[in-house]
């Protein structure tokens, strides 16, 4: 089970079919990030077989990019509509997630997704957990995907 | 008078992305109606009519499950086709909805081109 490549291409899946964002991978961060500033980040858990979460985080210049290609529209301010598309984004990776999961014997549930912005927040979700956090890029900037898992 | 579908997914974001999809896969439906969830659903299949409803399942207050055990139970409404729209792509969620008699599961994400060749071969 590899989940650094999963979540690549679970990324790369959705930025390709839905988003219609050109996005390339970076080396996954050799430390875990859990302070944000101006971000807007969307987490879904899961529980079952394993616990931890799925998150993605991105400064708001990013979101507000990546929610205008995905809605075909300008967007201006983070708003209802922002978050909604980050948690969704979120969601989306937590089914490809899942799926590779489930194969592997762990059957997982899913939360329903949920989000945060702020001008300053910080996230410490799974204690002890496995985690691997992975950086893509678009033209508006760069934005994180993790994982934590953490046998239940 | 033209088909009506209903799209019932607690995102926003998702209902906009699968109307515009409906649109871009060819699927002339003379009106698109919204639901956030199966109860908010179920409350508009009391006055209105539709020929297709599109569902999430993984929602709160009433996901996409519990939505189809209690449609199959009211007359009127319990021939209208499901189908389901979802990340959860595993075997045995959709295998249950299939069982309570969806008719077809598509995963998120998706493409027009996947909403055509569902959605088409059912109505």
Not at chain 2, 4 to 28: H, N, Y
Not at chain 2, 78 to 105: F, Q, R
């Amino acid at each position: 089970m590899n989940l650094l490549q999963s979540i690549t291409d679970a990324t790369n899946e959705i930025f390709e079919t839905m988003i219609m964002l050109d996005i390339t991978a970076g080396d996954p961060l050799e430390k875990s990030v859990n302070s944000f500033k101006c971000s807007v980040s969307g987490v879904i858990g899961l529980a079952g077989a394993c616990k931890g979460m799925i998150a993605i985080h991105t400064p708001d210049t990013v979101a507000k990019a990546i929610t205008g290609s995905f809605l075909g529209m300008e967007v201006e301010e983070v708003d209802d509509d922002v978050t909604d598309a980050i948690g969704e984004l979120a969601n989306m990776l937590g089914g490809s997630i899942k799926i590779v999961l489930d194969s592997a014997g762990k059957d997982v549930t899913l939360s329903i997704p949920s989000c945060i912005h702020g001008e300053e927040y910080s996230m410490d979700c799974v204690a002890d957990a496995d985690w691997v956090v992975v950086p893509f890029t678009i033209d508006a900037g760069q934005f994180l995907v993790e994982l934590q898992i953490k046998n239940s | 008078m033209g088909k009506r579908v209903l799209v019932i997914d607690d995102s926003s974001t998702m209902r906009k992305i699968v109307s515009r999809s409906l649109r871009q896969a060819g699927l002339d439906f003379d009106k698109i109606l919204e639901a956030g969830d199966g109860q908010e659903a179920l409350d508009l299949l009391a006055k209105e009519n539709v020929d297709l409803i599109l569902s999430d399942i993984n929602m709160p207050n009433m996901d996409g499950i519990e939505f189809l055990r209690q449609k199959k139970e009211i007359d009127g409404i319990k021939n209208i086709p499901v189908v389901m729209i979802t990340t959860e792509g595993g075997a045995d969620i959709i295998g249950e909805a299939k069982e309570l008699g969806a008719a077809g599961s598509i995963k998120k994400p998706f493409t027009p081109d996947k909403i055509n060749e569902v959605i088409g071969g059912i109505l």
